[in-house]
């Protein structure tokens, strides 16, 4: 589920050069956004010249009706059908005060149309259009081609790649996350910054295990929330075998979660597992989790935070569930392949086929019976983005790495939720995650997103962010 977007247009324009390439370029880019399912805010005809900017008093105009439209602008495409005024594009978007992504395009000419009434020279103008956005202090994006036609494929995959860039970067801006219980005190790894989050407009809500404990023990097991969880839960995976009371204890912890996450407007959240729930409730809360991830409510274990923002990022891409991993193990001697595995709580959406299952690491020491509520299967093969975001202490800033890879076939013998990873030039990567100090777990996404949330992360959010590629 990505959901529509809608994008602020500006279309270039300049006296000398033909402007009814302005008028033509406005009616293919419209077509073009609609094409893509995007909704545009522009100037109209009406407005100004061809509906285009280039004046001083037409950006103030594109800028104020920008501002009216703030709520629901993601982002703002530049097109350059001509040379167009660089003045009064930085301009708008000066005065528009969006503070949204910017994709400038410029449409080429062509050979046989170089005449006077025709040259376009916008290959010329993008430059001084992205000069001035540069002095003018504005982030802006680039299209894949220095030039190229609104009406091309290659324009609608780079709609499609912004696209998720602005849904990214407004996922991630006033985002509120849940930490349900404390870091496990073994996991010093998932450690973070809840000051450098708020510093970025991310907020942390905490939720103390007592808490939730508390409120489950005060729910009647005939509750009708909680009747409505079982069923929930006995429809999503296959229980064969498993204790009712487990059940029952499952569907109360997911309605305690689910109420607390409404109540505080909270969109996702990282879980305390290992070993207070086990020890205290008598469940894993994996299948809870596993249900919240595959809604697009991503949640992690282990209270990790950054990797449950890290998760969420992928998802706000691709708008499909993603999963946190465990970098787990090597297979056999093949230098680009590694298991990823969790316990787990990966979402269905993983799986080639699941089954409620135990927890079967720490069953021998909180005993099996407490360990019930695992979703367990193999991965099933397919294209693979991962990330991985941190907060870095000792800069100040939040951190993290993108690359792409996919899901093997490979046989696989083991328990809990595994697959088979191969990621070009895996060394390198595994090298940098090792040198930079980031943690075992990374988030993992049925997609090819990695792009977008690079771009989103480092060029507007000011993360520092290093992109593998082979």
């Given at each position: 589920?990505?959901?529509?977007?809608?994008?602020?247009?500006?279309?270039?324009?300049?006296?000398?050069?033909?402007?009814?390439?302005?008028?033509?370029?406005?009616?293919?880019?419209?077509?073009?956004?609609?094409?893509?399912?995007?909704?545009?805010?522009?100037?109209?005809?009406?407005?100004?010249?061809?509906?285009?900017?280039?004046?001083?008093?037409?950006?103030?105009?594109?800028?104020?009706?920008?501002?009216?439209?703030?709520?629901?602008?993601?982002?703002?495409?530049?097109?350059?059908?001509?040379?167009?005024?660089?003045?009064?594009?930085?301009?708008?978007?000066?005065?528009?005060?969006?503070?949204?992504?910017?994709?400038?395009?410029?449409?080429?000419?062509?050979?046989?149309?170089?005449?006077?009434?025709?040259?376009?020279?916008?290959?010329?103008?993008?430059?001084?259009?992205?000069?001035?956005?540069?002095?003018?202090?504005?982030?802006?994006?680039?299209?894949?081609?220095?030039?190229?036609?609104?009406?091309?494929?290659?324009?609608?995959?780079?709609?499609?790649?912004?696209?998720?860039?602005?849904?990214?970067?407004?996922?991630?801006?006033?985002?509120?996350?849940?930490?349900?219980?404390?870091?496990?005190?073994?996991?010093?790894?998932?450690?973070?910054?809840?000051?450098?989050?708020?510093?970025?407009?991310?907020?942390?809500?905490?939720?103390?295990?007592?808490?939730?404990?508390?409120?489950?023990?005060?729910?009647?097991?005939?509750?009708?929330?909680?009747?409505?969880?079982?069923?929930?839960?006995?429809?999503?995976?296959?229980?064969?075998?498993?204790?009712?009371?487990?059940?029952?204890k499952m569907a109360k912890l997911g309605a305690v979660i689910e109420e607390w996450m409404k109540a505080t407007d909270v969109q996702i959240s990282a879980v305390q597992c290992w070993t207070s729930l086990e020890?205290?409730?008598?469940?894993?809360?994996?299948?809870?989790?596993?249900?919240?991830?595959?809604?697009?409510?991503?949640?992690?274990?282990?209270?990790?935070?950054?990797?449950?923002?890290?998760?969420?990022?992928?998802?706000?891409?691709?708008?499909?569930?993603?999963?946190?991993?465990?970098?787990?193990?090597?297979?056999?001697?093949?230098?680009?392949?590694?298991?990823c595995f969790h316990c787990s709580n990966l979402p269905k959406h993983f799986f080639k086929d699941v089954q409620m299952d135990f927890q079967a690491i720490i069953a021998g020491t909180v005993g099996k019976e407490?360990?019930?509520?695992?979703?367990?299967?193999?991965?099933?093969?397919?294209?693979?983005?991962?990330?991985?975001?941190?907060?870095?202490?000792?800069?100040?800033?939040?951190?993290?790495?993108?690359?792409?890879?996919?899901?093997?076939?490979?046989?696989?013998?083991?328990?809990?939720?595994?697959?088979?990873?191969?990621?070009?030039?895996?060394?390198?990567?595994?090298?940098?995650?090792?040198?930079?100090?980031?943690?075992?777990?990374?988030?993992?996404?049925?997609?090819?997103?990695?792009?977008?949330?690079?771009?989103?992360?480092?060029?507007?959010?000011?993360?520092?962010?290093y992109a593998h590629t082979a």
């Amino acid at each position: 589920m990505k959901g529509k977007s809608t994008f602020g247009l500006i279309i270039g324009n300049r006296g000398f050069f033909p402007d009814h390439l302005a008028k033509t370029g406005r009616e293919e880019m419209i077509h073009a956004l609609e094409a893509a399912g995007i909704q545009c805010v522009v100037l109209g005809p009406e407005q100004s010249k061809h509906g285009a900017v280039e004046t001083h008093e037409e950006a103030k105009r594109s800028a104020e009706l920008f501002r009216k439209n703030s709520e629901r602008i993601d982002g703002v495409v530049v097109s350059l059908p001509n040379f167009g005024d660089e003045r009064a594009i930085a301009d708008t978007l000066r005065l528009a005060r969006l503070d949204v992504p910017v994709l400038v395009q410029a449409t080429p000419d062509a050979p046989a149309k170089m005449s006077i009434a025709h040259r376009r020279d916008s290959f010329c103008g993008k430059m001084s259009a992205c000069n001035n956005l540069k002095q003018y202090g504005i982030q802006y994006s680039l299209t894949a081609l220095h030039t190229v036609a609104p009406t091309s494929p290659e324009f609608q995959k780079d709609l499609e790649w912004f696209a998720g860039v602005c849904r990214v970067v407004k996922g991630l801006r006033h985002l509120r996350i849940g930490a349900i219980g404390a870091r496990p005190a073994a996991f010093n790894t998932v450690r973070y910054s809840e000051k450098l989050l708020e510093q970025n407009d991310i907020s942390v809500e905490t939720l103390d295990l007592s808490e939730v404990l508390g409120r489950i023990q005060r729910m009647k097991d005939t509750d009708d929330r909680a009747m409505q969880q079982l069923q929930n839960i006995q429809r999503y995976v296959p229980t064969s075998g498993i204790p009712q009371p487990a059940l029952l204890k499952m569907a109360k912890l997911g309605a305690v979660i689910e109420e607390w996450m409404k109540a505080t407007d909270v969109q996702i959240s990282a879980v305390q597992c290992w070993t207070s729930l086990e020890e205290n409730l008598g469940v894993v809360p994996c299948t809870v989790m596993s249900m919240m991830s595959d809604s697009l409510a991503s949640s992690a274990c282990e209270t990790d935070v950054c990797g449950v923002l890290s998760m969420h990022a992928l998802r706000l891409a691709s708008g499909t569930p993603s999963a946190l991993l465990d970098w787990n193990n090597n297979y056999g001697n093949d230098p680009n392949k590694a298991v990823c595995f969790h316990c787990s709580n990966l979402p269905k959406h993983f799986f080639k086929d699941v089954q409620m299952d135990f927890q079967a690491i720490i069953a021998g020491t909180v005993g099996k019976e407490n360990t019930f509520g695992t979703c367990v299967g193999r991965v099933k093969s397919g294209p693979m983005s991962f990330a991985r975001f941190s907060t870095d202490d000792f800069t100040g800033r939040i951190r993290g790495y993108v690359g792409q890879g996919r899901f093997t076939d490979d046989p696989l013998d083991t328990f809990g939720g595994a697959g088979v990873v191969e990621i070009p030039q895996m060394q390198k990567l595994l090298r940098y995650i090792c040198e930079n100090g980031f943690e075992h777990h990374v988030a993992a996404n049925f997609s090819t997103v990695a792009p977008m949330v690079e771009e989103a992360a480092s060029r507007y959010l000011g993360w520092a962010t290093y992109a593998h590629t082979a």
